[in-house]
């Protein structure tokens, strides 16, 4: 390796990795995926060194291991289960499920197979190092680093001097950092927050369990696109238009009432409704937005509990699509009045320089043999290798809302 060793301690993911980990090694053990990286920029390019690079910083996160105190600490997370742990104590990453080569593309390609268990683990780590290693690699990181820095004090003076109003924010930027350094220096600043300030705006946690351990601060995260979409279409005898369901059903037998907010877009929220109804409502303490309009998207849900009969004001809007704080100030002016507003803030926080940010993804591609694919609420977010599949599963969900009706 050229750098020094990126990923250090596997506690260095989203906690929502672990949280559907749980689930997936309790009810889905024996299912298998294909993860594809794509990089969206059509202007970014990685060299045969960078590749090399990522390659070397990949295997040497393959040989970690969670340490005891890692998982005493994992273990201390109320919907946490001992068989999980133990089942972490044995795991470890293994390379041979990667496939990293170059590409005529952006000149990099990432794919990994195997287990759901396994793959799902690797996700975050992979973006962070391919992240990392490109800004390392391609630009003079200390000037980018001082710039990073600069923005991020600016953005704390403008917390305390109250020209933003957030509510409840955390920090959700691991797999697009600019590097594990700025990262955890984000953090840190947004964790003394609570203590020098008296503002409308609360730091209340990340992402990163390595940096929550380590600030003593709520590590946040609960389900991702995966979760609906391997366990609603990894299953062939299932209707892919009711994703949502099967995989609300499996995550309200792992937690019950614990570790509940719901994400509504895998598929097109009006879909998820129809799923969403009394008994998952009550149960899930809050929905996630992460595409299209975050106002209109907010008044649909709010519409929707309404029509339930539950005070949204019960409810969390957890919102988390490409945020910075004018917008996430405007969202919660909005909302704030009517149900609990929170955000989950990314790039934004973890890696906001001159330089563009890279928007970079590693999805789920395959499930069980089948292809899986994501809708979303907005064009250009779908990641799918079979157009064919696409169209089925949007004729299935237009069928579904012209005809079926909620479970």
């Known amino acids: 390796m050229q750098l020094g060793q990126i990923i250090t301690s596997l506690l260095e ?10 689930a997936i090694y309790h009810q889905f053990p024996s ?44 273990d201390n997370i109320v919907w946490m289960k001992g068989s999980y742990v133990d089942f972490l104590r044995l795991w470890r990453p293994n390379f041979a499920d990667f496939k990293i080569e170059e590409n005529a593309d952006c000149g990099l390609s990432i794919e990994t197979y195997g287990t759901w268990l396994n793959t799902s683990m690797y996700e975050i780590p992979t973006l962070a ?17 001082a710039d990073f820095k600069e923005r991020l004090q600016n953005k704390f003076e403008m917390l305390k001097s109250g020209k933003w109003y957030l509510g409840l924010f955390s920090e959700f930027g ?31 946690g990340t992402s990163n369990v390595y940096l929550a351990k380590k600030f003593g601060l709520t590590p946040v995260g609960t ?11 990894g299953n062939h005898k299932h209707n892919p238009a009711y994703s949502n369901w099967y995989a609300l059903d499996a995550w309200v037998r792992e937690y019950g009432v614990l570790n509940g907010t719901a994400l509504t877009d895998t598929i097109g929220t009006d879909c998820f409704l129809r799923d969403f109804q009394l008994t998952y409502a009550t149960l899930f303490s809050g929905v996630r937005h992460d595409s299209g309009d975050p106002i209109e998207w ?110």
């Open 31 to 74: 299912y298998k995926t294909t993860w594809t990286f794509k990089c969206r920029n059509k202007d970014v390019h990685f060299t045969h060194e960078m590749v090399e690079e990522i390659r070397a910083q990949i295997q040497a996160y393959c040989d970690l291991r969670f340490t005891e105190e890692e998982l005493a600490y994992i």
């Open 13 to 22: 993911i989203d906690l929502y990795k672990l949280s559907m980990g749980q």
């Open 129 to 145: 190092i391919v992240n990392e290693v490109y800004f390392r690699m391609r630009y003079r990181y200390d000037e980018l680093l």
């Open 174 to 204: 691991l797999r697009r950092r600019l590097s594990a350094e700025a990262q955890e220096l984000a953090v840190e600043t947004f964790s003394h927050m609570n203590d020098t300030m008296r503002c409308a705006s609360k730091f209340i």
């Open 223 to 233: 389900m991702a696109h995966e979760w609906i979409m391997c366990v609603g279409q």
């Open 298 to 407: 907010g008044e649909k849900i709010i519409a929707h509990y309404q029509k339930l009969g539950i005070d949204a004001g019960t409810k969390t809007l957890l919102f988390s699509d490409s945020l910075d704080f004018e917008r996430a100030d405007q969202i919660f002016r909005h909302f704030h009045q009517r149900a609990k507003v929170a955000f989950g803030i990314g790039t934004y926080l973890s890696n906001d320089t001159s330089a563009p940010a890279l928007n970079i993804v590693m999805k789920t591609t395959r499930c069980n043999g089948q292809d899986v694919a994501k809708i979303s609420d907005v064009t250009g977010k779908e990641m799918c290798k079979n157009p064919e599949y696409v169209e089925y599963l949007t004729r299935s969900i237009n069928w579904r809302m012209q005809h079926g009706g909620s479970c």
